[in-house]
């Protein structure tokens, strides 16, 4: 996948967020512009 550059869209992706939860991104988010961040959590 090539990197985004500004003006880009972010393309549809999954990301599982729990057992059995699932979302779908950009598709999922209700407004124009969102902040996603990535938390690794404990390893």
Same mark, same amino acid.
Do not use: C
């Given at each position: ?15 599982? /967020?729990?057992?059995?939860?699932? %979302? @779908? +991104?950009?598709?999922? /988010?209700?407004?124009?512009?969102? %902040? @996603? +961040? ?6």
């Amino acid at each position: 996948m090539k990197k985004l550059d500004n003006g880009d869209q972010l393309p549809e992706f999954t990301l599982n /967020i729990g057992d059995s939860e699932h %979302i @779908v +991104l950009p598709k999922d /988010i209700d407004t124009d512009y969102a %902040i @996603v +961040l990535f938390y690794r959590g404990h390893w």
